[in-house]
């Protein structure tokens, strides 16, 4: 079944506590995205990856980084969390960039920093 | 900067009516505009692309409509049902790679 998934899918942490948070799809699609997803504020991307070693900042990038050594994984890690960063995290693919092709969404991942 | 609105209020329908969203947007004329299903606390979940060379597209019960003059997409549902309830969401390309969301319109749809 083509998907993407995330881990964990809940996460209670606590501030300075570094975290990863894994993305994997399984389509060999290209391009893989991070959101945020908070109340009044709607889904805002955080960094994106066009290809392997391909990365780059998104809307809200401050306090996360992400990696693409493979081309199905696209951790997103938080060296220092803070209680800002307690949200809503979705990881999505697609086949390329752009809105040509449609976002393949995963279940997110509720991460609340205490 | 680029600004994507969409109803802000909660949109209350009869079942069986036609439900239409709007979603208007400023700064930017992008090529494509998507639509988006969210069920609480789940992943968004496409429903329709259209290109800015399309007026309309279909699909089941679901019509999209782009007009680049008055940079604003439609989104009807017909015949709507209860299971029809959940918030939509439109995405433009806002940058190079970068996609951007509306911050949705929640549908609920009565018996």
């Known amino acids: 079944e083509a998907q993407v998934t995330q881990n964990p899918r809940y996460l209670i942490t606590v501030t300075g506590k570094k975290l990863t948070v894994t993305c994997s799809q399984n389509m060999n699609h290209e391009y893989m995205s991070w959101y945020r997803q908070d109340p009044g504020l709607g889904l805002r991307q955080i960094y994106y990856?066009?290809?392997?070693?391909?990365?780059d900042k998104g809307d809200v990038p401050e306090g996360y980084k992400v990696s693409r050594k493979e081309k199905r994984n696209f951790p997103l890690i938080l060296e220092s969390p803070s209680p800002n960063q307690t949200s809503l995290y979705f990881c999505?693919?697609?086949?390329?960039?752009?809105?040509?092709?449609?976002?393949?969404f995963g279940p997110g991942t509720r991460l609340t920093v205490t | 900067s680029q600004k994507i609105e969409q109803n802000s209020e909660a949109l209350n329908i009869q079942e069986g009516k036609t439900a239409t969203l709007t979603c208007n947007y400023t700064?930017?004329?992008?090529?494509?505009l998507q639509w988006y299903r969210q069920d609480p606390g789940r992943g968004p979940v496409f429903l329709l692309l259209?290109?800015?060379?399309?007026k309309e597209k279909r699909k089941e019960r679901l019509k999209v409509t782009f007009d680049t003059t008055l940079k604003q997409s439609l989104f009807h549902i017909t015949a709507s049902q209860p299971a029809d309830s959940a918030t939509y969401l439109c995405?433009?390309?806002?940058?190079?790679?970068?996609?951007?969301f509306g911050k949705g319109t929640m549908l609920l749809v009565s018996p």
């Open positions: 995405a433009l390309e806002t940058g190079y790679s970068t996609l951007t």
């Open positions: 700064n930017y004329s992008p090529a494509y």
């Open positions: 259209i290109r800015e060379n399309e």
């Open positions: 999505a693919s697609s086949l390329r960039s752009g809105l040509a092709y449609e976002q393949y």
């Open positions: 990856s066009m290809n392997v070693e391909v990365t």
